[in-house]
């Protein structure tokens, strides 16, 4: 079973609809609940380096800080904008 924490920005008030979200992910996915976390995100990075946390749970994803480290990306999540001028052949 993996172990996993629960981060939740400090900013993000009320705070427990994010963290009902995340607790049901846990359960849905057999995950061992170690925590959850009101600290900087220099706290769960640590964490992860330390090798205390094999996942660490958000309810959105606006809520990573941009300059994180480390640095995660969605590939789907963002698409390039589309060029209304350029000619598609098909």
């Not at 427990?16 to 995100?41: F, Q």
């Not at 220099?42 to 994803?61: N, R, S």
């Amino acid at each position: 079973m993996e172990i996993a924490v629960i981060w939740i920005p400090a900013d993000i008030e009320p705070s427990e609809p994010a963290v009902a979200a995340c607790l049901t992910h846990l359960r849905r996915h057999d995950y061992r609940l170690n925590g959850i976390l009101r600290a900087p995100w220099e706290t769960v990075e640590q964490a992860m380096i330390d090798g205390e946390v094999d996942v660490v749970v958000i309810a959105d994803l606006a809520h990573l800080p941009p300059d994180r480290s480390p640095r995660i990306e969605v590939a789907t999540a963002a698409r390039p904008p589309v060029d209304e001028d350029r000619q598609v052949s098909g």
